[in-house]
């Protein structure tokens, strides 16, 4: 059973320094920032909380303008998205050293403002999945001027070094551009947070292994890595403790002296030279147009081995710690997740008082169920699914949009589960960010597996559970189910989403049985409550053997969400004995 108060507590408890940067203000308050506000760290655009409902393009679909005319008015006006994420290109932005074209950036700039949406860019430069390329042709031919990593063998890898200067001033130069052209150009703050780079590390070894690289990986570690180790010991994560610890916690030595021989002091060293030149960039972006920065991770799959089968040296979430020591001025580190366990990967995330935000996942009725765990379980600041401007991906048809043999053509979009699941949140979005920041907010994700959970929320027990035939209640019906609950007063919830019967139990002293005083169905419209439906009998009971409900200290009825129509409820509860 999930204890909302006790996950409360824990979070307040979180004090390491990523925390304190998400608190720093800018000098004009109306420019995107992460600020703390109680008990969430809430991204502020025109200087309120703002909850990104949002979905990232295919890497290069915002380059073909004509698409892109079908593409804008699909994502704000039929899938209810607020903010797209959208890539830009180093090669693009600068086709020859030191010449710049920003006449891409400007047509998404605007475009963007026409359709009263908000950008992520995606600063695809030195790696993207981990390759260099789109990197500029003039740095991928220059390989003795912009030197490439190593793996075994000797093998050279189309990925640029992380241990060269001139392919991180050579970055960092261009990215300073787009933030000083941005800042510049973008006169309504369209865009409102940047991704450095995208899903970083060494491909097909744990490290790189260039001269370079092999006589770094022979010197001392780093001191600021030392210090921070040292500073932070009874806060480290435990898989990144447990190596350290493995090697004799020493306070100084190589990086096989301190971290042990193989592919984990291997991946650690890339860990710390990756965040290290992605903080530079950071460094030199921000000195033009300092908004919120975050970095992304390529998940490790069930099938890897080892650091090399995944990219080695990325913000995986065993390798925060590193991340946090290395790149300060990185304000994010979020995992793009397309596994099943959605919720394990985003409370592992949301350790040690990493904001969370899900730039890549699913679209289809999974993404909806995803976007609801993550923003009211894990008070996340956004969620976007990948691939978004081909519809395919809303109906679960797979990374490549690959229509499956016999099914229906595509429905009108609005009515897809992600459309209405995004919907609803633009409505609540009011409520969500003020119940973040409060502490008295919560969610589940239901599935065959897992039918049924219970959850402390206010003064009550939540019996969320997927919904059952009222003669047969104890058979869970194969379908997912997900929900965001919200405790908006004294024995009163505001509930939203679908395939979900919610149940209530008191945890506080005074007679046992809860029972619904009032439920309504509705809307929120410019941010008011509009009752479309009065709910009771018949819409509330949710089983029929009333003796066993009463053994049960329940009194039978309770909330059923389903989506649309009845996506959205208020219920005011009373007790009786």
């Not at 640029?160 to 787009?178: I, K």
């Not at 976007?384 to 099914?407: E, H, K, T």
């Not at 973040?436 to 019996?463: C, V, W």
């Not at 619904?516 to 169905?521: D, F, L, S, W, Y």
Request: overall charge neutral.
């Amino acid at each position: 059973m999930i204890n909302v108060r006790s996950l409360a507590c824990a979070f307040l408890l979180c004090s390491l320094a990523l925390v304190a940067r998400a608190q720093t203000k800018p000098a004009d308050p109306a420019v995107p920032h992460l600020e703390k506000r109680g008990q969430a760290t809430q991204l502020m655009v025109d200087g309120k909380p703002f909850l990104v409902l949002g979905g990232e393009l295919s890497n290069t679909v915002s380059s073909d303008t004509d698409r892109m005319k079908v593409v804008w008015p699909l994502l704000a006006g039929k899938v209810h998205m607020n903010t797209v994420l959208t890539g830009v290109s180093w090669d693009w932005i600068e086709p020859e050293e030191g010449k710049y074209d920003f006449r891409l950036v400007d047509q998404l700039v605007e475009s963007a403002r026409q359709n009263n949406v908000r950008i992520v860019w995606l600063w695809f430069a030195s790696w993207k999945n981990g390759l260099s390329s789109f990197a500029p042709a003039w740095v991928k031919a220059a390989q003795d001027r912009f030197p490439r990593t190593q793996i075994r063998g000797g093998k050279t890898i189309e990925v640029l070094s992380t241990l060269s200067r001139n392919n991180v001033q050579a970055d960092a130069r261009a990215f300073a551009a787009l933030m000083r052209h941005t800042r510049e150009v973008d006169q309504t703050r369209r865009v409102i947070m940047v991704q450095l780079e995208n899903e970083v590390g060494v491909l097909g070894d744990a490290r790189d292994r260039s001269p370079a690289a092999s006589d770094a990986f022979a010197k001392p570690v780093p001191k600021e890595l030392m210090d921070y180790l040292a500073k932070h010991k009874q806060d480290l994560l435990p898989e990144f403790k447990q190596v350290w610890d493995a090697a004799g916690s020493r306070t100084s030595g190589t990086w096989e002296e301190v971290f042990g021989k193989g592919a984990k002091a291997d991946e650690i060293f890339m860990g710390w030279n990756y965040a290290r030149y992605i903080n530079a960039v950071a460094e030199a972006g921000k000195k033009e147009y300092a908004i919120p920065m975050f970095v992304n991770a390529w998940i490790v799959q069930p099938e890897d081995k080892g650091p090399g089968d995944y990219p080695s040296g990325g913000p995986q979430d065993h390798m925060h710690d590193v991340w946090r020591a290395g790149a300060p001025l990185v304000d994010l580190l979020c995992p793009d997740i397309y596994l099943p366990d959605f919720a394990g990967i985003v409370a592992r995330y949301g350790r040690s008082g990493n904001p969370l935000f899900v730039p890549e996942s699913a679209g289809d009725t999974r993404g909806a169920a995803n976007a609801f765990y993550a923003i009211g379980q894990h008070r996340a600041i956004g969620y976007s699914p990948f691939g978004i401007d081909n519809v395919a991906r809303l109906m679960g048809f797979g990374p490549d949009g690959a229509q499956p043999a016999g099914s229906q053509p595509p429905p009108d979009v609005e009515t897809l589960p992600f459309s209405v699941a995004y919907k609803t949140l633009a409505q609540l979005a009011p409520s969500i960010l003020e119940h973040q920041s409060k502490g008295t907010i919560a969610a589940a994700s239901l599935n065959r597996q897992k039918p049924d959970q219970q959850i402390e929320l206010g003064d009550y027990i939540l019996n969320v559970s997927l919904p059952r035939n009222r003669r047969a209640p104890a058979v869970a019906p194969d379908v997912t189910g997900y929900g965001i609950f919200m405790a908006t007063g004294p024995d009163e919830y505001l509930v939203a989403g679908n395939n979900l019967q919610i149940t209530f139990t008191p945890n506080t002293p005074g007679p046992p049985i809860a029972g619904i005083a009032r439920q309504e169905n509705g809307r929120f419209e410019n941010g008011k409550w509009v009752v479309t439906r009065y709910l009771a009998g018949d819409d509330s009971v949710l089983r029929d053997d009333i003796a066993t409900a009463a053994d049960m200290g329940q009194s039978g009825s309770g909330v059923r969400l389903s989506a649309p129509d009845r996506g959205i409820q208020r219920v005011k509860l009373y007790r009786y004995r």
